[in-house]
């Protein structure tokens, strides 16, 4: 992979969210960009969330109650349908045959001159990586690295899936531990690349905003949050995975 034209490029988007097809599409960074696929997203409120079997029962009852016990868990209908989405992305993916593909959200701000900047940064990108997150929310917990120079660091958890890109075989995965829905999307990458060994990469100067982050305006998100949003268990879980990252 040398530039964006050795990679697939899908954006995902509700069909009753024209204006923010209108405002992605309008973005001048496209212009410097191969074709870009749309995928339809999957609405939520056209889910049967008592009986619907690919996502947990846990998570069906959380969705009816609107209520979580934590930060990964799902209890809106626009996380399941979100987490669909990415799902009916990495399908497309697959079946195209192609082995890379950049997975946007509609609502990511990409910088005018994203193509010449991902064309500049893959150049130093690790042999290993199999997926390299693009845009993020909150710091992600990167490994501590040996190589100072490099400007891509290995992480192990990471919040916002609005931008990344992905190897095949990286989907290939990610499709076969799907179902049942259990947590957002992201934290269900993280754990699949935790298991699998696959590493998750970013670079450290090249990123992509969210918008709903700026505007607070989200399909996904309960403006209540969680019983224990206000906690930050993220040290002791990072440092859990850490200690035991070799285990079978």
């Not at 697939?8 to 496209?30: G, S, V």
């Not at 989200?218 to 969680?226: Q, Y």
């Amino acid at each position: 992979m040398k530039d964006l034209t050795d990679v697939n490029i899908y954006y995902i988007n509700l069909d009753k969210r024209a204006d923010r097809k209108k405002n992605f599409e309008a973005q001048l960074a496209l212009a410097a960009m191969p074709p870009i696929q749309r995928i339809p997203a999957v609405h939520g409120l056209s889910l049967d969330t008592r009986f619907d079997k690919q996502i947990g029962v846990h998570t069906r009852v959380q969705v009816i109650t609107e209520h979580r016990r934590s930060h990964y868990e799902i209890h809106s209908r626009g996380a399941l349908g979100a987490s669909l989405s990415h799902i009916k992305a990495w399908k497309t993916f697959v079946d195209s045959g192609a082995e890379y593909a950049l997975i946007i959200e509609d609502d990511a701000q990409l910088p005018a001159t994203f193509a010449m900047m991902f064309r500049d940064s893959v150049k130093d990108l690790p042999d290993d990586w199999a997926i390299w997150i693009l845009g993020w929310n909150n710091k992600p917990s990167d490994v501590k690295s040996s190589d100072k120079k490099s400007n891509f660091r290995q992480i192990l958890h990471f919040v916002g899936a609005h931008c990344y890109v992905i190897k095949r075989k990286a989907a290939q995965t990610l499709l076969q531990e799907a179902y049942p829905i259990e947590n957002h999307v992201e934290h269900f990458m993280s754990n699949v690349a935790y298991l699998h060994r696959l590493h998750i990469v970013r670079h450290l100067h090249l990123y992509v905003p969210q918008m709903d982050r700026v505007l607070t305006v989200s399909d996904v998100r309960k403006p209540k949050g969680c019983p224990t949003c206000v906690v930050d268990d993220k040290p002791d879980e990072i440092s859990a995975r850490v200690n035991n990252m070799t285990k079978n």
